[in-house]
């Protein structure tokens, strides 16, 4: 906290009125389902992004971040918001998603943002500060907004503002994460029940693989859902069970999107399968559940690469690892495994050592703590 307020002092010459802090997520299962009306089960995790912010007299917002302090203070003027082709355009997005929702923001305000969150390796990075920034404006400027209105939010900010079409996964884990549980969330209706996840370990390894065009292939894989969907005359791909995808499928004339829109409903089900197997504390079945995930966004989704299905083998054979898989979006980023509490040191290592030997990079590697949802932190001045 103290690193915080003397980060936004030095920044801001002022004192900061309110911190908060919004978590990053890691996807358990449920990979592509969300923006086809289906399941995920993400939790949020331990790593994420600390806000302090104050209002201010001008009408003049400013953000700063650690992550890009490089770049300085980057300063919009309220009256025009508009794109700078920046990182505080997720930020500034929010407020005009909350202008566009109906919550005008009427006066300036400062954001300085710590992260510890990996920037770009999937475990979103850019949720979290849309999450961030919401919890700050509603608090700031007092406006009655839900947990899953901010969001939702920061969603929209991203999908009209940003030009990444993205679900609502990242945002609703960020928003609504809880100690000790995974979210299994319908997308569609955005119903929610939290699973309890405490007798086995997660860990997230880092690829360090970023793939620069990420933004523009997730945008391909929702236009090829909508393409099957139009054949297939439904409005989301997760409304048709397997046995109903299986009778209509041959309605769907091209093979990639038939590939994708297989990927898509066998996905939905192996993750109501899999929030069940981890109700009944099936360990091994939720982790058969993973590999399997794992292998049609290899084959048939194809958003994974190299270096994850290495990280995703190598886990597999390590001793006590229930299963493993990419998670996110792909192109990159991370691999998550569940196992045995008492084997998380020798896979440490064992993975440290092959993925070093194999690709010349030491991974990043973080045991989860499933976390709580965005909150405000202690308050300076109230
Ligand atoms: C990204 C998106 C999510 C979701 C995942 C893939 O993280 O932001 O909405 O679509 O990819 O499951």
Redesign the pocket.
């Known amino acids: 906290m103290n690193q915080l307020i003397s980060g936004f002092q030095n920044v801001f010459h002022d004192l900061p009125e309110a911190f908060c802090f919004a978590p990053g997520r890691v996807?358990l299962i449920?990979?592509?389902?969300?923006?086809n009306g289906g399941h995920?089960l993400p939790c949020a995790i331990h790593l994420g992004i600390r806000c302090a912010a104050a209002r201010r007299q001008e009408r003049i917002i400013r953000f700063f971040s650690e992550s890009f302090s490089d770049q300085g203070v980057i300063a919009y003027p309220l009256d025009r918001l508009m794109a700078k082709e920046c990182w505080a355009d997720y930020p500034v997005s929010v407020i005009r998603a909350l202008n566009a929702f109906g919550y005008p923001i009427n006066s300036g305000a400062d954001f300085y943002f710590s992260s510890d969150l990996p920037d770009g390796a999937?475990l979103?990075s850019s949720?979290a500060l849309e999450v961030a920034t919401g919890v700050m404006l509603r608090y700031l400027f007092s406006l009655p907004l839900t947990q899953q209105e901010l969001a939702l939010a920061g969603q929209f900010a991203e999908n009209r503002f940003i030009g990444?079409n993205?679900?609502?996964?990242?945002q609703f884990a960020s928003a609504m994460g809880k100690n000790g549980h995974a979210i299994l969330l319908n997308a569609h209706t955005l119903s929610y029940a939290y699973v309890p996840l405490e007798k086995a370990a997660l860990v997230i390894v880092n690829s360090g693989i970023r793939h620069s065009l990420a933004a523009s292939a997730?945008n391909d894989r929702r236009r090829e859902c909508e393409a099957a969907c139009r054949m297939l005359k439904v409005s989301a791909l997760c409304s048709l069970s397997r046995e109903e995808f299986e009778r209509r499928s041959g309605k769907i004339t091209d093979a990639t999107c038939l590939k994708r829109a297989r990927h898509v409903v066998d996905e939905n089900q192996r993750t109501l399968d899999a929030a069940q197997a981890l109700l009944n504390g099936d360990f091994s079945l939720f982790g058969q559940l993973m590999n399997a995930s794992h292998v049609s966004l290899r084959d048939d989704y194809e958003v994974s690469c190299e270096e994850l299905d290495f990280l995703v083998e190598l886990a597999q054979g390590v001793p006590g690892v229930y299963g493993s898989r990419m998670t996110?979006?792909?192109f990159g980023g991370c691999t998550v495994s569940l196992m045995s509490s008492d084997v998380v040191e020798s896979f440490i290592s064992a993975v440290r050592t092959a993925y070093r030997q194999r690709f010349h990079m030491t991974p990043a590697i973080y045991p989860v703590t499933l976390s709580a949802g965005a909150a405000l932190t202690e308050r300076v001045v109230d």
């Open positions: 996807n449920g990979e592509h389902t969300d923006y995920v999937g979103s949720a990444v993205c679900g609502i996964m990242d997730y996110g979006g792909g």
